[in-house]
């Protein structure tokens, strides 16, 4: 048995599923059947990238399970041996843009900005309404008068 759908059965057990096989290895309810495809999509997009860390929380029977902590990547296979007592998640990082990206968002910043300040409407957008849609933390450090690490420099 993979290690997915082993991790699908311990899962789908805890949803109360029936998660009974045919002889070809198939699940015999669709709501397993379906589940189960969902959960094969869902390992191939986390397979595609690696963990930058992993949080784990106790799970206690009389109180439920704790918050979430930061795990140490050498105790994670202690966790693992324990999944009664222990739930694991990974964190993954946040894809960053590339710097031909940044540098077409600070463009683009740029431009909506000094158009916004001009009170520029095209076709019914206004350039001060899109420059709040599209830059809303920038934005609020203005009117809060911060000056962001980008424009400090």
């Given at each position: 048995?993979s290690?997915?759908?082993?991790?699908?059965?311990?899962?789908?057990?805890?949803q109360?599923?029936i998660?009974?096989?045919?002889?070809?290895?198939?699940y015999?309810?669709?709501?397993?059947?379906?589940g189960?495809?969902?959960?094969?999509?869902?390992?191939?997009?986390?397979?595609a990238?690696?963990?930058?860390?992993?949080?784990?929380?106790?799970?206690?029977?009389?109180?439920?399970?704790?918050?979430?902590?930061?795990?140490?990547?050498s105790?994670l296979?202690?966790?693992?041996?324990?999944?009664?007592?222990?739930?694991?998640?990974?964190l993954?990082?946040?894809?960053?843009?590339?710097?031909e990206?940044a540098?077409?968002?600070?463009?683009?910043?740029?431009?909506?900005?000094?158009?916004?300040?001009?009170?520029?409407?095209?076709?019914?957008?206004?350039?001060?309404?899109?420059y709040?849609?599209?830059f809303?933390?920038?934005?609020?450090a203005?009117?809060?008068?911060?000056t962001?690490?980008t424009?400090?420099?």
């Open positions: 048995m290690d997915e759908r082993a991790k699908f059965e311990v899962w789908a057990s805890s109360n599923w998660i009974d096989r045919d002889s070809f290895g198939d015999r309810h669709s709501t397993a059947r379906d189960w495809d969902a959960w094969q999509a869902r390992a191939e997009l986390v397979g990238a690696e963990p930058v860390a992993w949080e784990v929380r106790r799970l206690d029977p009389d109180e439920g399970p704790s918050i979430w902590l930061p795990a140490h990547s105790d296979d202690t966790f693992r041996q324990r999944p009664h007592l222990w739930e694991l998640r990974p993954f990082a946040a894809p960053q843009p590339s710097p990206q540098a077409q968002s600070e463009r683009l910043h740029t431009f909506l900005n000094a158009a916004a300040g001009e009170g520029f409407v095209l076709a019914g957008v206004d350039a001060a309404d899109l709040v849609e599209q809303p933390e920038r934005y609020a203005a009117i809060a008068g911060i962001t690490p424009e400090a420099k």
